[in-house]
């Protein structure tokens, strides 16, 4: 697509429920990441794939946090028992992933707003 | 662990001053990026910094990059109201796709 799609949008959902958020990146980009961005706060680094490589998961907070990408393109994040503090904007953003001699600039998408009550 | 420190993290300027934004890093890198976020959108990109010394121009802001001393500035030149937005750096790691991102400066130009 033209550019990077998140969706829901907007998700409010109760304390303990699981969410899923979708992550569709510029077709092409080999590289996906996932941020989280708490009111005010800056980016949170919580998990990139590159290609068919071992994602890097060091940035999820917790157990409750995982995520797939699926096919190389598609990925979803999902927050297992959500607790209030997981109330944020998830961002996603990917690059073409050029090699190491690329610029590799990070084009983001709107991002999910999550609100758990 | 690549950790990018930005200051400050709030700046308050008339129109018309000039002022600095520091973003330092931890280790080696061979990329640096600079983006602005307005309030509840996304993240735009500014400038990439390639190599050591390198400087990008863009209208009222400059950026540049020192890798020696694990540094990037970024320059506002007699700011304007519709320069306020949040900016942040990041930084890739050396010989990796993994970047990771300074807090944010906030900055506000009042008239």
Redesign the interface.
Known sequence: GAGVSQSPSNKVTEKGKDVELRCDPISGHT?L?W?RQRLG???E?LI?F?GNSAP?KSGLPSDRFSAERTGGSVSTLTIQRTQQEDSAVY?C?S?P?RG?SG?????????SRLTVL | ELKVEQNPLFLSMQEGKNYTIYCNYSTTS??L?W?RQDPG?????LF?L?SNGAVKQEGRLMASLDTKARLSTLHITAAVHDLSATY?C?V?QY?N????????TRLTVKP
């Open positions: 590289a990441y941020y706060q800056g980016l680094f990139y590159q890097d961002l953003a690059n992933d190491l610029a590799n600039v990070l084009t983001f998408g709107a991002g | 061979d990329r990026y983006y959108k996304s993240l735009e990109s990439v390639l942040f990041a890739r010989n796709n993994d970047m990771r991102f300074g807090a944010g």
